[in-house]
């Protein structure tokens, strides 16, 4: 059975930093690319960032950009979601998910529950 | 980026109801389209990848169409468990992107 579990989310300042975990199971995880999406309360789903299966290649959204790093470890199959320089809209539920066909372009067919990020004074 | 613009973006029926939920695209996106159905608390479930096909364990009565920058999800007759959030999403480039979603309340 496919499982992801997230971890690592709370209550932080802005310009704070945290660094989200996403544990995989049931799956070869390597074989697969991965996301990470959020969602603020109230409002729609918004893609954060993706990262390839083997070769790692990253990609983020444009909010994200340049305070955000997504990286994986095959071994512990694990995903993973630095998040530095905090602000209040970044504060959101975050799930990861695993692509349905391994690359991105075939939709996500597998999500974790979520961690909720509170950026506030 | 590419934007979607979902319409309607609520919608009320009833049970026994066929349903039609359009997705447009700022540009062509080939087939590159997802469609997702999420309830409240719950993480989204994929009904439809590659516009059109769909996911097992998917009840029939969920049908994706189209291709380019116009695409719809149907349903066909309606069920009380499909009171639900629905929202495409486009992946054919990065950004990923979502539409704003349809809300689909009993009558």
């Known amino acids: 059975e496919v499982q992801l579990l997230e971890s690592g989310g709370g209550l932080v300042q802005p310009g704070g930093s945290l660094r989200l975990s996403c544990a995989a199971s049931?799956?070869?995880?390597?074989?697969?690319?991965m996301s990470w999406f959020r969602q603020a309360p109230g409002k729609g789903l918004q893609w954060v960032s993706a990262?390839?299966?083997?070769?790692?290649?990253?990609y983020y959204a444009d909010s994200v950009k340049g305070r955000f790093t997504i990286s994986r470890d095959n071994f512990k199959n694990t995903l993973y979601l630095q998040m530095n320089s905090l602000r209040d809209e970044d504060t959101a539920v975050y799930c990861c998910?695993?692509?349905?066909?391994?690359?991105?372009?075939?939709?996500?067919?597998?999500w974790g529950q979520g961690t909720l990020v509170t950026v506030s004074s | 980026d590419i934007q979607l613009t979902q319409s309607p973006s609520f919608l009320s029926a009833s049970v026994g109801d066929r349903v039609t939920i359009t997705c447009r695209a700022s540009?062509?996106?080939?087939?590159?389209l997802a469609w997702y159905q999420q309830k409240p608390g719950k993480a989204p479930k994929l009904l439809i990848s590659?516009?059109?096909t769909l996911q097992r364990g998917v009840p029939s009565r969920f049908s994706g169409s189209g291709s380019g920058t116009e695409f719809t999800l149907t349903i066909s007759s309606l069920q009380p468990e499909d009171f639900a959030t629905y929202c495409c999403?486009?992946?054919?480039?990065?950004?990923?992107?979502f539409g704003g979603g349809t809300k689909v309340e009993i009558k």
């Open positions: 990262i390839s299966g083997t070769d790692s290649s990253t």
């Open positions: 540009q062509g996106i080939s087939s590159y």
């Open positions: 998910a695993k692509t349905y066909l391994g690359g991105s372009s075939s939709g996500f067919d597998y």
């Open positions: 049931g799956f070869t995880f390597s074989n697969y690319a």
């Open positions: 590659a516009a059109s």
């Open positions: 999403q486009q992946l054919n480039s990065y950004p990923l992107t």
